[in-house]
């Protein structure tokens, strides 16, 4: 188990970033792109240090250290593997989150189970999973994959990943990466929602679509995800009827556009009641907001999964409602 760990710590932080990051610089540039510059493992006057970027490997003429990045690591903070394992995964070069979520990403194509919840909520192209880097909790492996990264039990029970008795809190879940959290979909019977602690955050991929003169705006992620598989490259999701106060702000930021609200069309009416409270408010910022009527008991989601098509929808959208 811990090659595989070694192995992605060396694919994430190059030798020659994590140099850099300490002020190493090269002096001169040698054949095949490799670097001499002064050792930073012994009191060096001329350069003795070679560095190979392409092998992530460095050597020293004058102390005769060599080795990869962990070694080097070792070396230049007098440390053991484990903690040169641990600073590395601490440095700005690597984050909690994102190797939680390469973890749920590898394991996504690992369980048939995962597969088919996502073929029943409609999504059948690879490029759809890779493009919202999806992937899947098994409920096994996690607390022991990121412990050989590097991190403690407790940094791992602080972020909420792994419970008080050491289990992934996303258990059995199709995990999406946010901003700064991670959003977990049950494909048991479990509560179907699940965040880490510290909020949702603001909408999400808006970065993406802010640009846009027609925005859509859907409650959730596997709405706005078979929305992009349709085509619909514009649209963003607020994680919920609830729009957060960052949200708001968001709409609000002063670009003409037209946002289409294509909120869940459920039975006790909670979703089209949320968007009617929305657009009535955005329309008070002086923003533009349709609601679009989705056929009764349906979600985005649902309406692509029973047959509705890319035309239909945009339909919808031409008789959506102020
Ligand atoms: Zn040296």
């Given at each position: 188990?811990?090659?595989?760990?070694?192995?992605?710590?060396?694919?994430?932080?190059?030798?020659?970033?994590?140099?850099?990051?300490?002020?190493?610089?090269?002096?001169?540039?040698?054949?095949?792109?490799?670097?001499?510059?002064?050792?930073?493992?012994?009191?060096d006057?001329?350069?003795?240090?070679?560095?190979?970027?392409?092998?992530?490997?460095?050597?020293?003429?004058?102390?005769?250290?060599?080795?990869?990045?962990?070694?080097?690591?070792?070396?230049?903070?007098q440390?053991?593997?484990?903690?040169?394992?641990?600073?590395?995964?601490?440095?700005?070069?690597?984050?909690?989150?994102?190797?939680?979520?390469?973890?749920?990403?590898?394991q996504?194509?690992?369980?048939?189970?995962?597969?088919?919840?996502?073929?029943?909520?409609?999504?059948?192209?690879?490029?759809?999973?890779?493009?919202?880097?999806?992937?899947?909790?098994?409920?096994?492996?996690?607390?022991?994959?990121?412990?050989?990264?590097?991190?403690?039990?407790?940094?791992?029970?602080?972020?909420?990943?792994?419970?008080?008795?050491?289990?992934?809190s996303?258990?059995?879940?199709?995990?999406?990466?946010?901003?700064?959290?991670?959003?977990?979909?049950?494909?048991?019977?479990?509560?179907p929602?699940?965040?880490?602690?510290?909020?949702?955050?603001?909408?999400?991929?808006?970065?993406?679509?802010?640009?846009?003169?027609?925005?859509?705006?859907?409650?959730?992620?596997?709405?706005?995800?078979?929305?992009?598989?349709?085509?619909?490259r514009?649209?963003?999701?607020a994680?919920?009827?609830?729009?957060?106060?960052?949200?708001?702000?968001?709409?609000?930021?002063?670009?003409?556009?037209?946002?289409?609200?294509?909120?869940?069309?459920?039975?006790?009416?909670?979703?089209?009641?949320?968007?009617?409270?929305?657009s009535?408010?955005?329309?008070q910022?002086?923003?533009?907001?349709?609601?679009?009527?989705?056929?009764?008991?349906?979600?985005?989601?649902?309406?692509?999964?029973?047959?509705?098509?890319?035309?239909?929808?945009?339909q919808?959208?031409?008789?959506?409602?102020?």
């Open positions: 188990m811990i090659w595989p760990a070694v192995d992605a710590i060396k694919q994430q932080i190059s030798l020659l970033d994590y140099l850099q990051t300490q002020n190493w610089q090269p002096a001169r540039r040698i054949s095949r792109g490799r670097l001499m510059g002064l050792c930073p493992l012994h009191l006057h001329k350069p003795s240090f070679l560095v190979d970027p392409l092998k992530n490997l460095f050597y020293c003429y004058g102390c005769g250290h060599g080795g990869d990045l962990i070694r080097f690591v070792e070396l230049y903070h440390v053991s593997f484990g903690e040169a394992m641990a600073l590395l995964r601490r440095s700005r070069c690597g984050s909690l989150l994102s190797d939680v979520a390469r973890f749920y990403q590898i996504l194509h690992r369980h048939p189970e995962a597969a088919a919840y996502l073929e029943q909520r409609g999504i059948h192209q690879p490029q759809v999973i890779e493009e919202f880097a999806m992937g899947y909790a098994p409920g096994r492996c996690l607390r022991h994959w990121l412990i050989t990264l590097g991190y403690s039990l407790g940094e791992l029970q602080q972020a909420g990943l792994v419970n008080a008795a050491g289990l992934d996303f258990s059995h879940r199709i995990v999406f990466p946010l901003e700064a959290n991670l959003y977990g979909r049950a494909i048991g019977n479990a509560a929602h699940r965040f880490l602690p510290g909020g949702k955050g603001g909408l999400y991929g808006w970065e993406r679509v802010n640009h846009y003169s027609e925005v859509i705006l859907v409650e959730g992620l596997f709405d706005l995800v078979v929305l992009w598989q349709a085509g619909f514009n649209a963003t999701c994680l919920g009827s609830h729009l957060n106060a960052h949200q708001l702000r968001q709409l609000g930021d002063g670009v003409p556009r037209t946002l289409y609200l294509a909120f869940d069309s459920d039975e006790n009416g909670s979703g089209q009641q949320a968007a009617q409270r929305l009535r408010r955005l329309r910022q002086g923003i533009t907001a349709l609601r679009v009527q989705l056929p009764d008991g349906h979600d985005p989601n649902s309406f692509f999964v029973g047959g509705g098509d890319g035309q239909q929808f945009q919808l959208l031409e008789r959506a409602l102020p």
